[in-house]
Nanobody
Framework: EVQLVESGGGLVQAGGSLRLSCAAS????????IGWFRQAPGKDREGVSC????????YYADSVKGRFTISSDNAKNTVYLQMNSLKPEDTAVYYC?????????????????????WGQGTQVTVSS
């Protein structure tokens, strides 16, 4: 059974940092790309970052480039999202998702529609 479990969310002041974790089970990171999405109240779900260990591709939304870093620990089957210089507009529920679709981790390939499995989400709140 494929399962994704996020952790690491919380409340942080603007300018602070958080590291989110997405622990995967039922598959290995070589088989699926992992992406991070976020959804703020009243807004559409937004793709934040993605990585594929099988082909080495990564993707970052323009809104987080230079501030967020995605990485993985294949031994732990876990993907991380290091979030630095957090802003109030980063406040959202963050979800990780997995996909076997080709070119998933690309500007035009990274989307909710092309995601196969989802975690339950973790809340990130950035206070001003």
């Amino acid at each position: 059974e494929v399962q994704l479990v996020e952790s690491g969310g919380g409340l942080v002041q603007a300018g602070g940092s958080l590291r989110l974790s997405c622990a995967a089970s039922g598959f290995t990171l070589d088989d699926y790309a992992i992406g991070w999405f976020r959804q703020a109240p009243g807004k559409d779900r937004e793709g934040v970052s993605c990585m594929s260990t099988s082909d080495g591709s990564t993707y970052y939304a323009d809104s987080v480039k230079g501030r967020f870093t995605i990485s993985s620990d294949n031994a732990k089957n876990t993907v991380y999202l290091q979030m630095n210089s957090l802003k109030p507009e980063d406040t959202a529920v963050y979800y990780c998702a997995s996909s076997r679709h080709g070119y998933y981790c690309s500007k035009y390939g990274f989307s909710s529609r092309r995601s196969d499995y989802w975690g339950q989400g973790t809340q990130v709140t950035v206070s001003s």
